[in-house]
């Protein structure tokens, strides 16, 4: 059985950093993309960007370039995201998601307070 | 960016009855492959995302028959027959032929 394993909230002031991430497993993320979705409290879903963990090629939103940075560890089965120069309106939920949507992790709530 | 319009944004319905939900793309979803990457996602309340059809009108794994996704090129819809209890929650449409990969606004399904 496929599943992926979030880490838990984070709790950030502005201008700091928080790394999240997404154990996969029952599959070896070699054999796929991992995307990042975020969601802002009562909205939508909005695509961050995807990882190929196999070689760390990454593909973002434009307007998430400068925010996020994709990574993996394929030893840990693992994809990363960093968020950067923190804001108020980065307050989300994130997940990690594969397969096109097939599978999502169960999503790391992101707030931003000083 | 391809945008995704769907229609209604909200729907009241009783068990049983059948509803539709449209999405509209604003560019042609077919792949250079001949595949069309247009999904269908329920978010059920306090939960993540559940892909319900793939590819426009695959069925999900454990995803019951009565919902079915049919449409082409721009044009889409979710249709689910005989609505039970569980079905409530937010559907969204998803498109992962072209870069960035969008979602529609979201469809909030409530039972009556």
């Known amino acids: 059985e496929v599943q992926l394993q979030q880490s838990g909230a984070e709790l950030g002031k502005p201008g700091t950093s928080v790394k999240l991430s997404c154990k996969v497993s029952?599959?070896?993320?070699?054999?796929?993309?991992m995307h990042w979705v975020n969601q802002r409290p009562g909205k939508g879903l909005e695509w961050i960007g995807r990882?190929?963990?196999?070689?760390?090629?990454?593909i973002y939103a434009e307007k998430f370039k400068s925010k996020a940075t994709l990574t993996a560890d394929t030893s840990s089965n693992t994809a990363y995201m960093q968020l950067s120069q923190l804001k108020s309106d980065d307050t989300a939920i994130y997940f990690c998601a594969m397969w096109a949507f097939a599978y999502w992790g169960q999503g790391t709530l992101v707030t931003v307070s000083s | 960016d391809v945008v995704m319009t769907q229609t209604p944004p909200s729907l009241s319905v009783a068990i049983g009855q059948s509803v539709s939900i449209s999405c509209k793309s604003s560019?042609?979803?077919?792949?250079?492959?001949?595949?069309?990457?247009l999904h269908w996602l329920l978010q059920s309340p306090g939960r993540s995302p559940k892909r319900l059809i793939y590819q426009v009108s695959n069925l999900g794994s454990g995803v019951p028959d009565r919902f079915s996704g049919t449409g082409s090129q721009k044009d889409f819809t979710l249709k689910i027959s005989r609505v039970e209890a569980e079905d409530l929650g937010v559907y969204y449409c998803a498109q992962t032929t072209h870069f960035p990969l969008t979602f529609g606004s979201g469809t909030k399904l409530e039972i009556k």
């Open positions: 560019q042609s979803l077919v792949y250079s492959d001949g595949k069309t990457y």
């Open positions: 029952g599959y070896n993320i070699r054999n796929t993309y």
């Open positions: 990882i190929d963990p196999a070689n760390g090629n990454t």
